[in-house]
């Protein structure tokens, strides 16, 4: 299974970037099943869930990005996505997806190499 993440780049405080995961190698049954997430991790900062979608479409978001993010799936495509709007400076880091549910451990698949996302101030 291998996951590609894409639409990271260098944007103003302010701005907006969408950004795209797809999981390839994973049939697609397997993807429906899946609770999927986006993960951020900053320099110097430990990998943190920033937002979820689960099998159900049920979504969620940590409180730093709660009301300027937005995840989304298509399952047909074993693609998850995040919308980010109103991008902060701190915002800025590495953006992976991977299984992932708030308040929920999961066994993860393999990390991709993720998306940059840099925000200047």
């Known amino acids: 299974v291998q996951l590609q993440a894409s639409g990271g780049g260098l944007v103003q405080a302010g701005g907006s970037l969408r950004l795209s995961c797809k999981a390839s190698?994973?049939?697609?049954?397997?993807?429906?099943?899946?609770?999927m997430g986006w993960y951020r991790q900053a320099p110097g900062k430990q990998r943190e869930l920033v937002a979820s979608?689960?099998?159900?479409?049920?979504?969620n978001s940590a409180d730093s990005v709660k009301g300027r993010f937005a995840i989304s799936r298509d399952n047909a495509k074993r693609t998850v996505y995040l919308q980010m709007n109103d991008l902060k400076p701190e915002d800025t880091a590495v953006y992976y997806c991977?299984?992932?549910?708030?308040?929920?451990?999961?066994?993860?698949?393999?990390w991709g190499q993720g998306t940059q996302v840099t925000v200047s101030s």
């Open positions: 979608e689960s099998s159900g479409g049920r979504t």
């Open positions: 991977n299984r992932g549910s708030f308040g929920s451990d999961y066994s993860l698949l393999n």
């Open positions: 190698g994973m049939i697609l049954s397997t993807f429906w099943s899946y609770d």
